[in-house]
Every structure is written in C-alpha cells, then in structure tokens.
C-alpha cells in the first residue's frame, strides 16, 4: 500500500514538470505579468499613493490588505486547531520515546545560544519595523522571533523555554494580532471610508493620506508579527510534546 501512495505523486510531479516547459524565461518582458496593465499599475502608483518604497509591502499590508488579513486568521486557526486536537493526548502519563535522551544541556551549546538569541531578536524587530521600506515584514519578522524561543527550547529544554514565553501568552499574542489589524481597518470605517481604507487615518493624525497609509502598515506589520510569533512557538512546543509540554525534540 505504501508503494502505491507514491503513483499519484510521482504523476503529478511529471505532470508539473510537463507544465513547466510553458513558463516564460526568468526576467522575460514577453511574460503575462510584465504585460498586466494591473502589473505597471502598481511599479507606477505605489509610491505615491502610499510613500512606502517596498511595492511587495505595499501590495500585501494596503492594496490587499483585506486577503492578508484572513492570511494571518488562518495562522492563527491552524494554532488553535493543534491545541484542541493535542489537549486530550496532553493529559495522558507521559512514555519516554525510543530517541530521547536524557542529557545535560552541552555548555558550549547554551552560551552561544544565549549571545545569539538577542541579536537574533533585534534582528526580528528590524525586518518587521522596516519591512514596508526594505524587503521584510510582519510574516518575516514574526518567524525570526519565534525561531529565537524554538532555539531556547532546542539548547536548553522546552521548559527554559515556557519561562521566557508562557504557553498561555501565545492564545492571547495570538489573538492580539489579529484585534490590532481587523481594529485599523473598523477604525478607518468608523472615519468615514471603507474597511482598511488607511487613508482616512489622516483625520486623526497630523500627516498627509498617503502618510497615514504609511505609517498604518507598520500597525497592520506588528499585529501579524505577534500572531506569526506566538503560532509559531505554540505549533512547536505541542507537536514536538504530543500536547504534554513536558518534553521537547
């Protein structure tokens, strides 16, 4: 049976590999993208209706903001979908698998660990607080710093790990983000324009528009970092625990 779970990938592999040979040259101004009036509409318009010199960002965080959104929602769903799954097998007596060893945390591990991690850290802020001017983000910055307590949890041991960021602190970062983001957009309505409509965010603070555009993104950036930041370590500390958070990889 397990031979025959392979047919059907290997068919659709050939099959993407057959579709392949019809995608344009890397770069290829003749490519459909290049073509889309929608495509030089952005490269044209982006900085001046937004001031943020990172189109990618641009597009996500405002001209699409309403899709990222439900992006960050469905992070936040696949975490809490884990934790209901896992919470009745957390509750079972704990078995010591056939690859776990109990050892010591190795001392060279651990002091390189605790001089990487907060360069690490300050490295996560930066790629969220300049995503919309450089290549970086909120998905970004969120992933770095929950790499940082993964990495805690790997050198030390999970419950190292669950001091510096509690397991009960993830449902509410979680959540949290979520709240700041879908909040910016309610606010933006309550202001008179559409949902996400950054713009009319310039009638409570003194910039221009396209300011307010600019400077919201960075609020919409944080919201998904904290969501990002605290599914990720939460994924982490239940399924390398079957849910007892007890033991980690």
Do not use: C
Not at 222 to 231: K, R, S
């Amino acid at each position: 049976m397990k031979l025959l779970s392979y047919i059907p990938v290997l068919v659709v592999g050939a099959l993407l590999l057959y579709a392949a040979k019809d995608f344009p040259e890397w770069g290829s101004q003749d490519a459909p993208a290049s073509k889309s009036p929608v495509s030089s509409h952005f490269i044209a318009n982006t900085g001046v209706d937004t001031e943020v010199p990172n189109m990618v960002t641009a597009v996500l965080a405002d001209y699409r903001g309403f899709d990222t959104m439900f992006e960050t929602v469905v992070v936040f769903i696949a975490g809490m979908a884990v934790l209901a799954i896992l919470k009745n097998s957390g509750r079972k007596k704990l078995v010591k698998r056939e690859f776990e060893v109990d050892a010591e945390p190795d001392l060279i591990v651990t002091n390189t660990v605790r001089l990487l991690v907060p360069v690490i850290q300050i490295f996560a802020f930066y790629v969220l607080a300049h995503g919309h001017v450089s290549p970086g983000g909120g998905f970004q910055g969120g992933v770095l710093m929950g790499a940082s307590f993964i990495l805690i949890a790997l050198s030390w041991d999970l419950q190292t790990a669950l001091i510096r960021f509690p397991l009960n602190w993830t449902t509410i970062l979680g959540g949290l983000g979520i709240f700041l983001y879908a909040g910016i957009g309610l606010l933006s309505m309550f202001l008179g324009g559409e949902f996400l409509d950054y713009s009319e965010l310039a009638n409570i603070f003194p910039v221009s528009r396209e300011m307010a555009r600019y400077h919201a993104m960075l609020g919409v950036e944080i919201g998904v970092g904290l969501t990002v930041t605290a599914i990720m370590f939460s994924l982490y500390a239940n399924l390398s625990t079957e849910g007892r958070l007890q033991r980690g990889l």
